[in-house]
């Protein structure tokens, strides 16, 4: 089956800097890939996706981008601020009622 | 709105006393799911639901049950709970399109 690998687990940035989080996949036949944000006490939620038929995808200041023949993604944040701190997951998926297979996740602390 | 709900949301109970966790959404959604979080581990699915009355196992299907009567209700069922089942539990559903909603989750701690 399918196994998602990220990194790093841990990413501790400046406010203002940028934040890259990779992940990597083992099913060449994946073709969706979502990001999860998932805040201190709450639950995971969608912040950008992309499929393989799109190498990058951008909204506002995260952007995503997909490399198939390496079968990997990253998750970009630009200009970070504190309220971007959260625990990020990547997740896989190869078909349509597929299921997701998540990364084990990058805990972002954005410091002022 | 829309939105997918949980009960309950905290619970503490002992070793061996059976247990159930309501899963509930109100956007019609064939596909749902459950997850347990631990540190570490990321997300893994316990079992899934493609429809009523279909259901199979995730990657971490040992010691749960589940049962899908009804297309807007999915509850987690542990008949023995041990203590490697404290866990954060979260329940998602998903329609036709890709995105999958959460649960806002259920901290579950075995005695």
């Known amino acids: 089956g399918e196994n998602v690998e990220q990194h790093p687990s841990t990413l501790s940035v400046q406010e203002g800097d940028s934040a890259v989080i990779k992940c990597t996949y083992s099913?060449?036949?994946?073709?969706?890939f979502p990001w999860y944000k998932q805040e201190l006490g709450k639950r995971p939620q969608l912040i950008i996706d992309i499929r393989s038929n799109v190498g990058e995808k951008k909204d506002q200041r995260i952007a995503v981008t997909l490399n198939k023949t390496a079968k990997h993604f990253s998750l970009h944040i630009t200009e970070t601020q504190p309220e971007d701190s959260a625990v990020y997951f990547c997740a896989a998926r190869t078909d349509s009622w597929g299921k997701l297979q998540f990364g084990a996740g990058t805990q972002v602390v954005v410091t002022p | 709105e829309a939105q997918v709900t949980q009960n309950p949301r905290y619970l503490i109970t002992v070793t061996g006393k059976k247990l159930t966790v309501t899963c509930s959404q109100n956007?019609?959604?064939?596909?749902m799911s459950w997850y347990r979080q631990d540190p570490g581990l990321g997300l893994r699915q316990i079992y899934y639901?493609?429809?009523?009355?279909?259901?199979d196992k995730g990657d971490v299907p040992e010691g749960y049950k589940v049962s899908r009567k009804e297309k807007r209700n999915f509850p987690l069922i542990l008949e023995s709970p041990s203590p490697n089942q404290t866990s954060l539990y979260f329940c998602?559903?998903?329609?036709?399109?890709?995105?999958?909603?959460f649960g806002p989750g259920t901290r579950l701690t075995v005695l």
């Open positions: 639901s493609m429809n009523v009355e279909v259901t």
């Open positions: 956007m019609n959604h064939e596909y």
């Open positions: 998602a559903s998903r329609g036709t399109s890709d995105t999958q909603y």
């Open positions: 099913d060449s036949a994946s073709n969706y």
